[in-house]
C-alpha cells in the first residue's frame, strides 16, 4: 500500500472514531438543548427566579426548554421574562377538563412571566410574576340545533424565591402561589328550547414551596433540596 493511500485510511480512521465517539457518548438531554454553545444552561430561573441575578445581559432559547431573558438594570436591579416554560397549574387543569368531561380546547399557557431579580450581596431576592390566561369559544349549527360552547381559565400569582450566600455553604429558597379559576357556558337550543350549563370553580389555590442547600461534603460539593407543589380546589 502506497504511503499516500496509508495518509487517506489514517484520516478517514480518525474521523470514523470521532464520529463514533459523538454518536454513543452519553446523553444529556438539558445540554443537547443548547446544541453544544458555549455558555451554561440557567433554566433553574424558571423554579427559583432569584439566579436571574448571576446571568445579567443574558438572553436563551432552546428547542422546546423555554426562552429566558435577563437585563442588568443597575447592580441592584435586574429585569427578565421567562416564557414556554410549560403549565403550571397541575392537577387543576384536569380538574377543569373533567368538568366539562371534554379536552380544553385552544389552550396556549405560553404567556411570559415577568422576572426581578435584586442583589444585595450575601442576599439576593428573585420573584417571578405571572399571570396565566387561556379563553375559547366554539360554535356551531346543525339543522335546527345550536350549540355555543365557551370556556376561560385565569391563573394570577407568583413565586418568590432568594439565596443566601454563607461562604462554603448555599440556601435557595422558594415559595409560589397562585389563585386559579375555571368557568364555563354550554348553550344548546333545538326545538325543544334552549339548555344552560355554567359552571366554575370555587376557592382554588396554587401553592409550593422547595429549597436547596449546596456545601463541600467529603471532598464533593453536594446539592442537597426538594420541593413540594399542590392545587387545592372545589
Do not use: C
Not at 30 to 57: E, K, N, Q
Not at 171 to 176: R, T, Y
Amino acid at each position: 500500500m502506497s504511503i499516500s493511500k496509508i495518509k487517506a485510511l489514517a484520516v478517514a480512521l480518525t474521523f470514523a472514531a470521532f464520529a463514533n465517539a459523538q454518536f454513543y457518548a452519553p446523553s444529556n438531554a438539558r445540554m443537547d438543548a443548547l446544541s453544544g454553545a458555549p455558555f451554561s444552561d440557567i433554566t433553574g430561573v424558571f423554579s427559583y427566579p432569584v439566579l436571574m441575578t448571576g446571568y445579567t445581559d443574558h438572553l436563551q432559547a432552546t428547542w422546546g426548554g423555554g426562552i429566558i431573558g435577563v437585563k442588568a438594570v443597575s447592580d441592584v436591579l435586574s429585569v427578565g421574562i421567562a416564557a414556554n416554560q410549560g403549565l403550571m397549574l397541575g392537577r387543576f387543569y384536569d380538574f377543569a377538563a373533567d368538568a366539562i368531561d371534554d379536552d380544553l380546547y385552544g389552550v396556549n399557557y405560553n404567556i411570559p412571566h415577568l422576572l426581578l431579580g435584586f442583589d444585595l450581596g450575601t442576599v439576593r431576592i428573585g420573584a417571578g410574576v405571572f399571570f396565566e390566561y387561556a379563553r375559547s369559544t366554539e360554535a356551531f349549527e346543525v339543522g335546527d340545533f345550536k350549540e355555543y360552547d365557551r370556556y376561560m381559565i385565569m391563573h394570577p400569582g407568583v413565586r418568590l424565591s432568594t439565596e443566601i450566600d454563607l461562604g462554603d455553604i448555599g440556601l435557595l429558597a422558594k415559595i409560589g402561589m397562585g389563585f386559579p379559576y375555571f368557568g364555563y357556558r354550554n348553550e344548546e337550543t333545538d326545538d325543544s328550547g334552549r339548555e344552560t350549563t355554567n359552571y366554575e370553580s370555587d376557592g382554588a389555590l396554587f401553592l409550593e414551596v422547595g429549597a436547596e442547600v449546596s456545601l463541600p461534603l467529603f471532598g464533593a460539593d453536594w446539592i442537597i433540596g426538594g420541593e413540594f407543589a399542590t392545587n387545592s380546589y372545589k
